[in-house]
């Protein structure tokens, strides 16, 4: 049985085991671990034996720590949550298509509105909080008072977009897009419309979700 599982009855309590691991991990720092290290080899779409090393490194596009990998001289993020959910069972290749899918139509909203707001109103990534009101690094753009996915699932019912059947490729960059150029334009025009944000740092982000939509 793996180290996780071991540890872990279920999913959930899988879950924070790992995040307590990944939160004590500093960046840029070789990952000896044995339960991470364990663990990526139950990645679904990836073959991660003999991987050079294990690093927590920031990754684009959200610029955020992430779990990395390098091999054969090419480094790469890789999802501990999607390794749990197929150690568990859970995982189907048609969730992870949907997840990248919805990736990229986040990705294509940063190339207007919100990713000139983020630097005309940050430094550095330093900023003030709206709702706490403190002053922190590593500040987040809120989607607000209209929910992103408020405004995701609108453009997609209006233009009657069947989400399953977007294509999108990884570019030079790392970063998912959408194949279809005009469909990816029609997005962004959409969303530019419509969004206005806030700034909050990761605690209120996150507590705030997508506001019980």
């Known amino acids: 049985m793996s180290i996780v599982k071991s540890n872990c ?6 879950n924070k085991y790992v995040s307590s691991i990944i939160q004590s991990l500093q960046e840029d720092v070789m990952i000896e671990d044995s339960a991470i290290k364990e663990l ?9 034996n003999d991987v050079e090393w ?7 596009p959200f610029n955020q720590l992430v779990l990395t990998y390098k091999k054969n001289g090419q480094e790469d993020d890789v999802s501990w949550k999607l390794c749990i959910r197929n150690l568990y069972g859970k995982y189907t290749a048609d969730e992870k298509l949907l997840k990248d899918i919805k990736l990229a139509f986040r990705i294509e909203s940063n190339q207007g509105t ?16 709206d709702e706490c009101k403190i002053t922190t690094k590593d500040i987040t753009t809120d989607h607000y008072p209209i929910p992103y996915k408020v405004i995701f699932e609108t453009f997609l019912h209006e233009n009657n977009v069947n989400l399953s059947k977007v294509k999108v490729f990884i570019n030079d960059t790392n970063k998912l897009r959408i194949a279809d150029t005009e469909l990816a334009q029609e ?5 530019d419309i419509q969004a206005t944000y806030r700034l909050l740092c990761k605690s209120c982000n996150s507590r705030n979700g997508s506001y019980g939509y």
């Open 187 to 191: 997005w962004l025009v959409a969303h």
């Open 40 to 48: 990526i080899q139950f990645h679904p779409t990836k073959q991660l």
């Open 9 to 14: 009855k279920n999913m959930t309590q899988a």
């Open 114 to 129: 919100k990713r000139h707001f983020f630097i005309q109103n940050t430094k550095c990534c330093i900023g003030l909080c």
């Open 54 to 60: 294990l690093k927590m490194k920031i990754r684009p």
